[in-house]
């Protein structure tokens, strides 16, 4: 069971008050419902002030045949064990990046940052099971992450990306609006950072560009494509459909918490 779930479940099992404090089963603002009172994910593109697609809200990825907890809750979709899963042939690794696929894999993922409780970086921030809160503001777009209650800044102000940006965990982040969609550019990722979780590599000299579409109240959907000459052979495009999470909020949750194992011996 996911750390949501078991929240959750525990949640559920106590009195009403602790539940209603978590804002778990609170309704969403705003959301057009169907005459049974569900909320209808197929209305209209929901907009801001100045006549752009608004693409706040809380948002998890979706994958045939799981829904809002459905599936054991949130589940991890195949992007986030192979960011090309869905893509002809897979990643186009150059051979020294797919000998490093095959070597992590092979040693079962043991230095995944994620599991190092380590920051997954902003691929990661698109594909963890747990969901992600988008707040879009004027000049601004911050995404807020519920695992490790993280977050990312996309500056949609007129600013350039740095020239020579020191890495961070999910880069520099610069937005601007073609119609109805966001494009953001990102540099100034860390050398290292694992796209997903069989070690798809990045190196610092990566750039991606991520094309975000909300076509209706309940669906976003988020294309990124990625050139990194020193890690692949070509640029190569991966888009994920996400979808909306109503009635429910973001719960505190860091993989460390009342972490009861490290530094003790493993039994052989």
């Given amino acids: 069971m996911s750390p949501r779930a078991l929240l959750l479940s525990l949640a ?4 009403h008050s602790a539940l209603s404090a978590q804002w778990l ?12 009172g569900k909320p209808n994910l197929k209305a209209a593109t929901p907009r801001t002030a100045d006549g752009r697609p608004d693409l706040s809200g809380i948002w998890y990825l979706h994958f045939e045949g799981c829904g809002r907890f459905g599936c054991a809750d949130y589940q991890a979709g195949p992007e986030f064990f192979d960011f090309g899963a869905t893509l002809p042939g897979g990643l186009p690794y150059l051979p020294w990046a797919a000998a490093l696929v095959k070597e992590r894999q092979a040693a079962n993922a043991k230095d995944d940052p994620i599991g190092l409780c380590r920051p997954g970086g902003l691929f990661r921030f698109h594909t963890f099971p747990p969901p992600r809160k988008m707040v879009q503001l004027p000049n601004l777009v911050l995404i807020l992450s519920e695992r490790d209650v993280m977050y990312r800044q996309i500056f949609v102000d007129g600013r350039a990306l740095p020239a020579d940006p020191e890495p961070t965990w999910n880069g520099y982040s610069v937005g601007r609006w073609e119609g109805d969609t966001l494009v953001v550019q990102t540099n100034g990722l860390r050398e290292g950072t694992w796209i997903d979780r069989n070690g798809s590599p990045l190196t610092a000299a990566a750039t991606v560009t991520e094309r975000f579409r909300r076509p209706d109240v309940g669906h976003l959907q988020i294309e990124i494509t990625v050139t990194d000459l020193k890690a692949y052979a070509r640029p190569w495009t991966v888009t994920l459909a996400q979808e909306l999470a109503v009635d ?19 039994a052989h």
């Fill in 12 to 15: 559920l099992l106590t009195c």
């Fill in 25 to 36: 089963t609170h309704p969403t603002p705003g959301i057009p419902r169907l005459a049974d």
């Fill in 248 to 266: 429910t909020e973001l719960l505190d949750y860091h993989c460390m918490d009342n972490e009861k194992f490290a530094g003790r011996p493993v």
